[in-house]
């Protein structure tokens, strides 16, 4: 069957790990100063996954406060896709850890590899899913984690300054008009995939000894290439964006975007005239969380703006591979909660199932 409802964001969920390292902490193994990192990137602090704590389990506390923020149950979720670089191992997908970690029994679970533009393709594939999905599927969740903390040289100040760990989902579902998505568009570019990578660990290069005294499980990236590229990609795809809609940059009440550099995302914002109070900038509270930057990004605009039904907020992500997109998203009015990292989801306030909405005041982290 195909739903005449549009598809659109029912309840948020976000985790960031308990345990914070600061610009002082970073800065004395990358050889730098703290006033260099917050100047550079405006990074002030990032949060790091726990020993064994893996990608799964950090999206895993994110899912459970999503779907609790929904109002839903986990046996009402169809689909479960997972967008990381960061998987807790090459096979099986991170998704199908999740779905154990969460008890979504019932959903088909799989995961999207599209680096820091992840959750964006995750959210495209769950709306087309459930567009057309068959009778019973009325509600997935696309959830963006990366534990990067697990792939970084302390030595390397352009990744150990910028990069860091945390989760976010969505749960989407049939909304009423006229809220939902719209206007996707994604896009790659292959030539550039060795930007910034893992080069060591796949089938091309398996790990070995050599690997491991060539620190090639680390990140690797070229930071100037990777600017250029942001700098580049970011006006095209809000304008581009726009020209697809047949809208003005004052037809916009949000503008959400990836979170690679603070610092950069603030001056191409301020070039393409877009006012402060529009642009959701996080990066400097949980540095860069890759496929979790774009929806950490909305849920904490949910709570700090605060976004109100019927606003119009347009999409913006980029990263490896290289990989772009963005959307426009018209605001149903649904809650974002934050999974408490000590408490586990006892902070998780009780929703109202009539109506999705939270019974006491959530707000993501």
Known sequence: MTYT?????????????????????????????PEWISERTGVRERHVAAPGEAASDLAAHAVRSAVRAAG????????????????????????????????ADRAVALDVSAACSGWLFAAKVAHDWLRTAEEGTRYAVAV?????????????????????????????????????????SLGSDGALADRVLIPAGGSRRPASAATLA??????????????????????RLITDALDRAGLDLADVDCVVAHQPNPVLLRRIGAGLGIPDDRLVVVGDEVGNIGAASTPYALARAVDTRPLKPGDRILLAAFGAGMTWGSALLTWSGAPAVAADPAAGLRSVPSADRTTGRSTSQGAAR
């Open 5 to 33: 409802r549009p598809i659109g964001v029912l309840g948020m969920g976000t985790y960031l790990p308990s345990t914070v390292r600061t610009n002082a902490e970073v800065a004395a193994g990358a050889g730098v100063t």
């Open 214 to 235: 060539g620190r090639d499980h680390f990140i690797h990236m070229d930071g100037r290439a990777i600017g250029r590229f942001i700098t580049d990609v970011f006006p």
């Open 72 to 103: 839903l149950d986990m046996a009402d979720i169809g689909l479960l896709i997972c967008g990381t670089s960061t998987p807790d191992e090459l096979g099986p997908a991170t998704a199908c850890r999740i779905q154990t970690l969460t008890g």
């Open 144 to 184: 963006g984690v990366e534990a990067y903390s697990r792939f970084l040289d302390p030595a390397d100040r352009g990744t150990a300054v910028l990069f860091a760990d945390g989760a976010a989902a969505a749960v989407l579902g049939p909304v009423a008009e006229p809220g939902g998505f719209a206007q996707f």
